[in-house]
């Protein structure tokens, strides 16, 4: 992730909403990855045409990127949106704040990657989100369980992930190592865009011969998995335990992986530490560098007291792995 400059020459950084030093509100515009002051109104010319403030940064203060035009309009990332959540409900509105940040650092990855962004609003094969809760956080709602996923271009985010309490009781009653907001639209993201990626023969059998058969029934898969998963023996080549259910969620747990890897090695990089990478296009360097960042981010954690930022360890297998994903989004 990029840091920004205010006109004045006050650092900004991705969630900033005004600056800090001239108290200029300010924009991030996703055409050109900037960020800009804007007017009272929240209007700003840009290379001779007018761009807005999101329409959700007027009604709610929850985004801060700039839409085309001169009337209320929603952002590349808020017009993805099918379902928020109740923002009458105590909270909810805290909730939804921390999913559209989440929200938009995915977009921002997807776009810096130049994958493609089409809304189910113009498209029923594009990308949609929905936040919706189930009757554990709320009763009066008609859900019994959501769960977090995917399916045909609508990720689903259970907005108790939001909650930090309840996701950590979540992550710890799971035996997981990570559990974060963006690591879920981070894995999501990955089923949505293997269909897009992985599209011919030839890149079908190299899928199948890392990752195993994305033919086999997934539905059984995950009933099997969670079934056994509590004697289930990890299996130390696979990038996580969950990475064992199917191949697809291999696929989007290795997918995931990249893209903490070139956001987090791009925010180094902005720091002018010799860890971090703004070759993205150079795998090698991608895998050398984030091996010496993510040893100095868990050092610099446990200094804190706090628990390793980036608990795994890379098999063979799984560098293999990141090396077809980086070959699909860079093909030579």
């Not at 006109?7 to 030093?21: D, I, K, M, Y």
């Not at 700003?44 to 009337?71: K, M, P």
């Not at 099918?82 to 559209?100: D, G, V």
């Not at 954690?301 to 795994?312: H, K, Q, T, V, W």
């Amino acid at each position: 992730m990029k840091n920004f400059s205010c006109s004045c020459g006050q650092t900004l950084f991705f969630e900033n909403t005004r600056c800090l030093a001239c108290a200029s509100k300010v924009g991030f515009n996703p055409s050109d990855f900037s960020m800009y002051p804007v007017a009272s109104n929240g209007s700003v010319l840009i290379q001779g045409e007018a761009h807005t403030l999101c329409r959700n940064s007027t009604d709610y203060d929850i985004c801060n990127w700039l839409v085309v035009g001169t009337g209320p309009g929603y952002c590349i990332s808020c017009e993805l949106n099918h379902t928020i959540p109740n923002l009458m409900a105590e909270n909810r509105r805290r909730w939804w704040k921390s999913l559209e940040h989440a929200k938009r650092r995915l977009i921002y990855s997807l776009l810096s990657l130049k994958l493609p962004i089409i809304g189910k609003h113009i498209d029923a094969r594009g990308l949609a989100f929905e936040f919706i809760e189930d009757k554990r956080t709320n009763p009066e709602v008609f859900e019994d369980h959501v769960n977090t996923g995917h399916d045909n271009g609508l990720i689903t985010i259970n907005i108790a992930e939001a909650d930090h309490v309840s996701r950590e009781i979540t992550r710890q009653y799971t035996g997981e190592l990570y559990r974060t907001l963006l690591g879920h639209f981070r894995h999501e993201s990955g089923h949505y865009y293997f269909s897009y990626l992985v599209c011919t023969d030839p890149l079908k059998q190299q899928f199948r011969e890392l990752f195993g058969d994305e033919r086999a029934d997934y539905g059984s898969a995950l009933s099997d998995y969670y079934v056994n998963k509590s004697t289930m023996i990890r299996d130390p080549d696979l990038i996580s335990h969950y990475a064992q259910a199917h191949p697809l969620e291999d696929w989007a747990e290795v997918w995931s992986h990249y893209l903490h890897m070139v956001d987090t090695l791009e925010t180094a990089a902005e720091y002018a530490m010799q860890q971090g990478s703004t070759h993205l296009d150079d795998i090698d360097e991608l895998l050398i560098k984030w091996s010496e960042l993510s040893i100095m981010l868990n050092s610099l954690n446990r200094s804190m007291g706090l628990e390793d930022a980036y608990p795994f360890t890379l098999s063979e297998l799984t560098l293999k792995k990141l090396r077809f994903v980086h070959g699909l989004l860079y093909p030579s």
